[in-house]
């Protein structure tokens, strides 16, 4: 352990190196966040891959970006320092962003010109190289920039080191939050040399020289850092003396070997007690963040896509309710909550952090509850679902399975029939037919004119609320003519007569749809939509292109659109960003404040443990637990988070409070005496038995010595 000499450079009682760590910490979340939120959008859109593969590859790099965190640790507790560390992972960190944004652009590889990449193997090669190259550098670095901070404070220091780690955690959030916004309005710029698209190259080049940015800061505050040397291999040390303890503990299990006051103690015979009390001290830690992950295992962003806003981008909710949350924690509710005279340890923070996000799934779920009762009841595996459209002319009796009802030209019956076995279906007063629905699905029957007798033509429905709130179109011609139909740059394609268009998604907001004939002529049609509809329109038989043929267009709903709006959602975000300021920034600062002096960087990498093992636990819930409802997990979640807030209060409770400084010092005076009287006690044994045996010859004593320590008593008597 070092001292922090009042000679360094401070301001406002702070070291001044901490300002270079903290807009390094910036530069570097910035340049991570700001890659991360076009990457999904990159493998999608540039390499071409399927959603699924797209979502795997992503959370398999997020997974690694926090379990990489381990390596550098040990490397910099270990073996080069913290400092050191820092500065050679950032270069693999900076290489690797560097290496894939080259990988984004796309004319290195297209030699014909036509704006598609010809070896588009090079291009995913090189973009796994740089993803593996940046998740050892963000995981390498992670721990160590924390602890690091740490280092720069003295013991006279502590509460500035607090407020350090508020601020830390500050630096993340503004970091994350700007790149975020920025990095995909990045991507939207077209870029090329030959052909212009989405400029992904910018889009990762710009967080490249924000990280080199942040190592240039971090090497110019050099002079300034206080380095602590690292200690040997500590963690390889660390692992034998707990294996030698659980080994000799085993082998003295019989009750003839008096109990020791910890396992760990079984280690003394072979390790100094100063090793013990930092392992002792470090398991305690670990042994407490066991319950943690559950935590991190929390997520409801696609709760978004089912509700109606849009004032603000949701994501970027988080860090922003951060940025205001962390002063007024520190500055204000602290203060207030220690004025009231109430010992608010850190490990009641940490759990008050849990019980908050276990409030917020409850709000969640009866956000859910409010939106489930406002979406449309789709086909169950068993049934079928029909509506019904009238082409004809006139008006039209239609008789479904048990349902009768008159449908007036050109309009459709309002909600959908639902049936679980074949129907009977009588047109007007045509021949009754048996109609068989496919199982899960949702139809339309468009009954048109067919000689005499009207005749249906079935068309499969969407079954599901479109994505990402968008709605879904599709235009139904009963025009006597082909015609095309364009929105935006979108083609809905060439439409013949009595025929149904595909879908597509449209966004919210005003629409204007040209529909074509072959003569060149044009109709303009005009709509806005809200978030998450369905509709099909139909052009009608008496549709004319001209000034008015607008009206010759007919809506027809098939999905309502989203009406619970997302401010319903503000509650939840408070609550858990609320948790996440209360339960983070303490578990940071507790992870620091605990650890031994050689393994402060061990201890920051096992809390980000608890963050990747979080989001592994999701993926797992998320599989695993196949709920019919999603307000049910939402319960589940709240559940499992009060069951795991309950367990860590209770181990929280019997948790003492230590100051490693101190203990280590403590251990330090003793080992020199330890040294002295293990000497001492060697040399009053050799002298004793000498002594023994000059007397062994002249005396007739026959006692029989069980120890050394005997014979010293032994001799004593005499």
Not at 96 to 115: E, F, M, P, R, Y
Not at 274 to 293: D, E, G, N
Not at 419 to 448: A, C, H, Q, W, Y
Request: glycine share 6%; hydrophobic share 45%; aromatic share 12%.
């Amino acid at each position: 352990s070092y001292d922090n000499d009042e000679g360094n450079a401070t301001v406002c009682g702070y070291p001044i190196s901490i300002f270079f760590i903290v807009v390094n910490e910036f530069c570097e979340r910035f340049s991570y966040y700001g890659m991360r939120a076009v990457l999904v959008l990159y493998f999608k859109y540039f390499l071409r891959w399927d959603d699924d593969f797209a979502t795997t590859i992503y959370h398999t790099f997020v997974a690694l970006c926090y379990l990489t965190p381990i390596l550098g640790a040990i490397v910099a507790d270990s073996w080069l320092g913290k400092f050191k560390t820092i500065i050679y992972l950032s270069i693999v960190y900076a290489l690797g962003q560097v290496i894939l944004a080259v990988s984004a652009i796309h004319d290195i590889t297209d030699a014909n010109k036509d704006g598609t990449p010809d070896n588009m193997g090079f291009h995913v090669a090189l973009s796994m190289v740089g993803l593996i190259l940046i998740a050892l550098g963000t995981g390498g670095i992670k721990p160590c920039v924390a602890a690091f901070g740490g280092d720069q404070f003295g013991d006279h220091q502590e509460k500035q080191r607090s407020t350090f780690f508020s601020i830390f955690y500050l630096s993340i959030n503004a970091g994350s939050l700007l790149s975020t916004v920025i990095t995909p309005i990045l991507r939207a710029q077209e870029c090329g040399i030959h052909t212009q698209q989405k400029c992904y190259p910018l889009a990762f080049g710009v967080p490249a020289a924000l990280m080199v940015v942040a190592l240039i800061v971090f090497i110019v505050g050099s002079g300034m850092y206080n380095k602590t040397a690292p200690q040997g291999n500590i963690m390889v040390k660390v692992c034998r003396c707990i294996g030698f303890a659980i080994k000799n503990r085993f082998r003295h299990r019989s009750s003839q070997y008096p109990k020791r006051a910890h396992w760990m103690d079984w280690a003394e015979e072979k390790y100094d007690k100063l090793l013990i009390a930092q392992v002792k001290m470090v398991l305690k830690v670990l042994f407490l963040y066991i319950p943690l992950p559950m935590f991190w295992g929390s997520r409801w962003t696609l709760q978004a896509t089912t509700m109606n806003g849009d004032f603000v981008s949701f994501p970027t909710v988080n860090p922003i309710l951060i940025l205001i949350l962390v002063p007024i924690m520190d500055s204000i509710i602290y203060p207030l909550i220690a004025k009231c005279k109430l010992n608010f340890t850190p490990l009641k923070r940490m759990t008050v952090g849990m019980f908050f996000a276990a409030l917020a799934f409850v709000a969640a779920a009866l956000v859910q509850i409010q939106i489930d009762q406002t979406l449309p009841k789709f086909p169950s595996s068993n049934e079928g679902q029909a509506k019904f459209i009238n082409m004809m002319n006139k008006s039209l009796p239609i008789k479904a399975g048990a349902n009768q009802f008159m449908l007036e030209s050109f309009t459709a019956n309002e909600d959908y029939l639902t049936f679980d076995k074949p129907f009977e279906l009588i047109l007007g007063d045509g021949i009754p037919e048996m109609v068989s629905l496919s199982d899960g699905t949702r139809n339309t029957m468009v009954i048109v004119q067919d000689g005499v007798q009207p005749r249906p033509i079935a068309f499969k429905d969407i079954t599901s609320k479109p994505e990402q709130g968008a709605n879904a179109i599709r235009f139904l011609n009963g025009f006597a003519s082909t015609v095309n139909v364009t929105v935006r740059n979108e083609d809905f394609g060439d439409i013949v007569t009595n025929n149904m268009s595909k879908y597509i998604a449209v966004p919210q907001g005003n629409a204007e749809f040209l529909i074509r004939n072959n003569a060149g002529q044009v109709c303009v049609y005009n709509q806005k939509f809200g978030f998450g509809s369905s509709y099909t329109y139909i052009i009608t038989p008496t549709f004319a292109f001209g000034p008015n043929c607008q009206e010759g267009i007919r809506p027809v709903l098939d999905i309502r659109p989203n009406s619970i709006h997302m401010a319903w959602q503000i509650p939840q975000y408070f609550l858990i960003t609320a948790g996440e300021v209360v339960f983070s920034v303490t578990g940071l600062e507790f992870s620091y404040s605990q650890a031994p002096s050689n393994m402060k960087s061990v201890l920051q990498a096992g809390w980000l443990l608890t963050v990747a093992v979080g989001n592994i636990i999701v993926l797992i819930v998320a599989e695993a637990a196949t709920l019919p409802d999603q307000w049910a997990e939402y319960i589940l979640f709240a559940s499992l988070l009060v069951l795991v807030c309950i367990i860590f209060a209770i181990m929280a409770y019997f948790y003492t409070y230590i100051d490693p400084t101190k203990i280590e010092a403590q251990f330090a005076q003793k080992e020199p005496d330890e040294k002295q009287k293990r000497k001492s006690l060697e040399m009053a044994r050799k002298d004793s038995v000498e002594h023994y045996k000059g007397d062994r010859r002249s005396s007739d004593s026959s006692s029989d010595s069980s120890s050394d320590e005997d014979d010293v008593i032994q001799q004593s008597k005499m």
